[in-house]
């Protein structure tokens, strides 16, 4: 038996493309409750209020809306090596960078549909200031109760042209779990989740039948309980947020969401797993066919049209719309 | 820098004593909603409903109450081997033994206060029969809505003589991290907690203060949301089971607890962490000291006197109450 | 200003006919979790854990589904001799009924849609058995925490050929309020909401497409908490149960809901109304228009076709379905 | 039978006095999440989300705390002519006053014990300005989600010499329902929770220890789910706030509650009552032992001492803390 890796520890974050930034940060801050570390001409580093990290999401201006890079931090100075080591060998490395505000130096790759990923270990924690300092001082930053005012950065979820081809790319590039994917009766995947450590997913890649490439679906927070999304629900139905779908309950993971639009297009999920947690190390991967997909979400909603055709940039007839 | 270690996957099962088996077989299945995968004489295999093994709590029947044994699962047969040649590096080992009906072969060995554990790899997976499968695929076992009804095995706590020894002892044998410990005035360790995985915990030590050897303290299953935990007080009241303390949530890891005791008097809790996990590789251990604990828990509910006095099997004073 | 009416305290119980009667026992027994009070042939009398009263659902064996019929307690024998003058003066009176296991004498009226009504004032208060007594003694039976256990009845929803009239009739023979209303672009009332004390609502009707007469669209139970809802909608799931839609917030009202079937078809919905009431004693009715309705439910959710398809007894379409 | 009594619709506000204004007024609109109406010199006018009314909180600057006075809205003109007639004859009125800034004329009287209360029916309706105004027109403003943003007031506790008189007082001045209490083995009540609708409770009275005459025990909102207690907790938590007790279930009336002490030291709390309403017109007065309380609240959290002896203003030992 090939031993699991554990060389990459976690998700580290996200960089967000909006064509509105003002729009943008002001619901990213206000509305969805993140919290600034830097803000820059063009440029804001946000996190929520128990990532420890400096940043969990950059919020960048930029000519159009979707995803700039994803990060992942490894788990020693040693895994990163290793890691490099490996993407190398399999030619889709950019190369060292110097890192931003946030972290130190990152190794840059693509994935086989064009985005854009960085491995870094050295990284820049969060120092709450005086204002932020938390009553307890196991949590990162206190809790302000402002907006939606999430945990931590869950997951992010990319749109590729073969998910096939990216299961293969990410089992091997960063020795990720495939915990769960769609198996369409066409033979190709519709979806894959993947995980590099005991969160049942940090990314998945669902088909883009847009005709686009590295295209962005959504990134997600995750809150405590299941009724701080039912609570979201109203604070972005009274600030004019576009709720896309939701609240219900995936059957697909099982996790609780919410779906919605941030000003620029970009579509921002809230989410609650519960307990779950993939603790057992010979996970096999749950495969759910299209008969099965086609029963809608765990409760009976059908999976809204625009969840298959709305990416970020939008392409086609998205774009127009 | 040394690499984190890996080589455990998760806590396994703990083995509970109890010297009124048949009351504490109706708690545990009847009220706190377990699900039973064998009943033998004198000895019962339980499992939440989406613990993934065949039992993750072991009731035997015995002359007195406490903990048989702790379990834990490693990530690989190699892993198991690296484990076993450490403890019996650190002389503590004890040796094979055949594994009872719920895995295969482990390994047994003793920690510094005497309690019993097991390493393994081996293990028998849990197959809902017909009338448990659940609707969604990806869970183990249907949601059977029955008594307290908790999704999985979360930790236990264990009392020991001198909680800096059993530091080093679970850093070393298991490569544990300590996410978070209490340093009283007098130097010494109060309580300790430890994790093999991105849980904030899997194993708590307490200071024994009555003057036994290898008690048992707790041990938790975990909920999905703290509602369950409200709902579950009004189980309990209405069962006549005995509430110890909460609900509240605990300053220390942040936890939504409940503490209650089962029939034959082993402390059982129920716990919620929210989105809370140990994602960051590099975690620093959070150290309380003795006046912050004063505080109490998180919202100012003082520690019940019992929490310090009461464990299992029972000495001293406790004895006879 | 005439002075409000408070003749008639609360709805008493809805007679629900079945053409499965096991089956449709059994989803309210172990599923939605009532207790029956008395099983007779054909018969079953039963009541959510805090409703006072001897029943709240009777549940009849017939040759199809739908409403027997609605009982509404008045707040006095003398409201009782008051409202039924104004009933008789109205020209819909049926005449005094003995009652049946669950109240004494009652006086039997139609709706201009042919639903039948009764009002009484004495009734048979429950009386908990030993093994149900509840902890504490402020609740009629213990929180048993069966099935979906909700606390008491709450509503239900009545199909009618001519809303409007329907208004007119139930403001003075019961002396209702009408909290909300949907006013159609035809001139036409698309739904009306009553309520006799200061709940939102405990009856509403809505306009029947079908054609049909005296027809049955839901009846609701009150849980405590909205995640009382999520959990629900498990339970429902884990047991087969039809799930139309929900769970979700609906705009009228604001309440919290999830509506299935229950195996003969007849709608049955779980709600839960937060902290809301209708204290204001000269409250206003909302009045929704037809382009406000398009929008949704509260949080975005299409209301789904059949929702103003199906009724019991099923009629055309609807019947060979 | 007498039959019951309707005259009086709902609580309308309580006035609290405060000798820390600018301290008390952040708390109860940042922290507690009120919204002011009017805010002028010495005065502000609160009131919670959905509270039709234009104000139901009066903070008043004043050279000590306590309550000012409480006000009850009737159901009709008509029922405030019959009240005042009843009041007039039991020999406590005050006399007629043009009323504040939230509402028309009101009759003023006494309770035995000296708090000054108000019987009004015209009244300003609270109309939210453009920033303010919900997404749903069946409430009364916007869902902000600023603090532990309550839905409505709910109700107050005053302390009295003497319990028994206060219950005979109510149920004649206000036809109040008593729908709980506590009988002291010494014959005196200990407690006593009154209704004139449908709610639980919306005064309660204990008797004061202290020696003190028409003193406050506290005022409390109502939030829609258990979850937004376990909430603002938290926010009290990080913001500094006293949290005296709770968050627990209330043995008496089954609330689930948190309480905390405003800056100037008046006892506030949160609760939430679940779907619990008092609809049955001949509902008998719970009452409960003296050994029935030595139990503690529902889940056996032991009362704290402060909540027997700490009341607004301060007296005797009570005083100098």
């Known amino acids: 038996m090939t031993e699991p890796c554990f060389d990459v520890a976690h998700l580290g974050h996200v960089e967000l493309y909006t064509d509105k930034f003002e729009e943008s940060l002001d619901f990213f801050t206000r509305v969805y409750g993140l919290t600034p570390s830097l803000l820059e001409d063009g440029c804001a580093y946000l996190r929520a209020?128990?990532?420890?990290?400096?940043?969990?999401?950059?919020?960048?201006?930029?000519?159009?809306?979707?995803?700039?890079?994803?990060?992942?931090?490894?788990?020693?100075?040693?895994?990163?090596?290793?890691?490099?080591?490996?993407?190398?060998?399999?030619?889709?490395?950019?190369?060292?960078?110097?890192?931003?505000?946030?972290?130190?130096?990152?190794?840059?790759?693509?994935?086989?549909?064009?985005?854009?990923?960085?491995?870094?270990?050295?990284?820049?924690?969060?120092?709450?200031?005086?204002?932020?300092?938390?009553?307890?001082?196991?949590?990162?930053?206190?809790?302000?109760?402002?907006?939606?005012?999430?945990?931590?950065?869950?997951?992010?979820?990319?749109?590729?042209a073969d998910v096939s081809v990216i299961r293969d790319f990410m089992t091997q590039a960063l020795g990720s779990r495939v915990t769960e994917q769609i198996q369409l009766d066409n033979g190709r995947l519709g979806g894959c989740w993947f995980t590099v450590n005991n969160k049942s997913y940090d990314i998945a890649y669902s088909e883009d039948h847009g005709?686009?490439?590295?295209?962005?679906?959504?990134?997600?927070?995750?809150?405590?309980?299941?009724?701080?999304?039912?609570?979201?629900?109203?604070?972005?139905?009274?600030?004019?947020?576009?709720?896309?779908?939701?609240?219900?309950?995936?059957?697909?993971?099982g996790t609780f969401f919410l779906y919605v639009?941030?000003?620029?297009?970009?579509?921002?999920?809230?989410?609650?797993?519960?307990?779950?947690?993939?603790?057992?190390?010979d996970w096999p991967t749950v495969t759910w066919t299209e008969t099965e997909r086609k029963k809608g979400q765990a409760w009976g909603l059908k999976t809204i049209e625009t969840f298959h055709t709305h990416g970020t940039p939008p392409v086609g007839a998205d774009k127009k719309g």
Chains 1, 2, 3, 4 share one sequence.
């Open 211 to 253: 005709g686009g490439q590295g295209r962005f679906h959504h990134v997600t927070y995750a809150v405590d309980q299941r009724e701080d999304i039912l609570r979201a629900a109203d604070i972005f139905l009274e600030n004019g947020v576009h709720i896309e779908t939701g609240p219900h309950k995936h059957a697909i993971q």
């Open 261 to 281: 639009w941030e000003p620029a297009g970009n579509r921002v999920e809230l989410a609650n797993a519960g307990a779950r947690l993939i603790l057992r190390p």
């Open 49 to 160: 209020f128990d990532d420890y990290e400096f940043h969990t999401l950059k919020l960048t201006r930029h000519h159009t809306t979707g995803v700039g890079h994803v990060a992942y931090r490894t788990a020693s100075p040693q895994a990163l090596e290793r890691r490099v080591a490996v993407i190398e060998a399999m030619g889709c490395g950019i190369g060292w960078v110097d890192g931003d505000a946030g972290h130190g130096r990152a190794y840059r790759f693509t994935d086989p549909d064009g985005h854009i990923f960085e491995l870094y270990y050295d990284t820049k924690i969060y120092e709450a200031p005086e204002a932020e300092r938390p009553a307890l001082k196991n949590i990162a930053q206190r809790y302000h109760g402002r907006g939606c005012c999430p945990r931590r950065l869950d997951h992010l979820n990319l749109l590729a």
